[in-house]
């Protein structure tokens, strides 16, 4: 599994462009006309007193994001993780905020499972949630929040609920991509399962332990999300989350429990499979032996004859016979063939 992060689409480093992908501002829902800065928006939303402001940011850095920091107050620790990006899903509650951290995942396709060299790529979105604004930082290529945006704003009354909406919003769509690639990583599990017991199948355990990895990493995206989703469907986010949304982040969290099992049978599974190949891999060595012992056994007759007449002996039996050589190599070639037979009768070759 890769992770994605501080370069933009267009291959600039995040010095080299703006950071802020969007930012409006919503009244009863409808977007605001016009262009503003984070500062600026804030300032009329609360010069309105009414409406909230949403900002998209593409993996900043400390200096692009201190404005942001600045306008809206943002706690400084939280800040750090949104920068530096590698965090692990969680919820911080500050003091009229709060900081949610999110791990995209995104299928890689590949040709077959059993030569793929990656499976899942993970990115991040770091959602900042204050009573009249929500922040997204993203990290990684693969998870736009554009179209989302677009469809929130196609329905303004949904909108009309406040920035938890788009909090949700965010988490809904993180959850079905998890099952979109669960999915997906099932039908590639069903693939190495049926490599496995096939016979004189060629798929090895470093394939294996792959598979494993990027579940792993998988299970360290998905699993630690069920704290923070459970903390948004009940009442310990106060009015941040409004009430009426508690029972959305529960459906969410429903689904996550859903994805949750399915990635601990895929690890139960792999771990049989993984020992199944173990056991595979250990036959065939003990398969080999047993052919290069057989084979060790019949070269070990001429090489013990030959070794005995190599002997620089007058007085040897048969020695100066003419038909001693012709026996010799006669009596070599039987007891060949003979050891030969045994060993293929015992299936030993």
Known sequence: M?????VSPGGLLPAERDPVVACGIYVDGARVPGD???AEAVAEVRDRGTGFVWIGLFAPDAEQIRDVTEAFGLHELAVEDAVHAHQRPKLELYADNLFTVFKTVRYVEHESPTTANEIVESGEIMVFLGRDY???VRHGDHSPLGELRRELEDQPARLA?????????IADRVVDDYLAVVEAFEGDVDVIETAVFAPHSEIGVEQMYLFKRELTELRRAVMPLTGPLRKLSEDHCGPLVPEMLHSYFRNVNDHLTIVVERLVS????LTTLVNATLAKVSLQQNNDMRKISSWVAIIAVPTMVVGVYGMNFDHMPELRWRYGYP?????ILIACLVLYRMFKRNRWL
């Not at 890769?2 to 501080?6: D, E, L, N, V």
């Open 2 to 6: 890769t992770t994605s992060a501080g």
């Open 36 to 38: 503003r800065s984070p």
């Open 134 to 136: 929500v922040i997204t």
């Open 161 to 169: 609920a406040g920035p938890a909406v788009v909090l949700h919003a």
């Open 266 to 269: 895929f690890d139960e599974l």
């Open 327 to 331: 026996l010799v190599l006669s009596m």
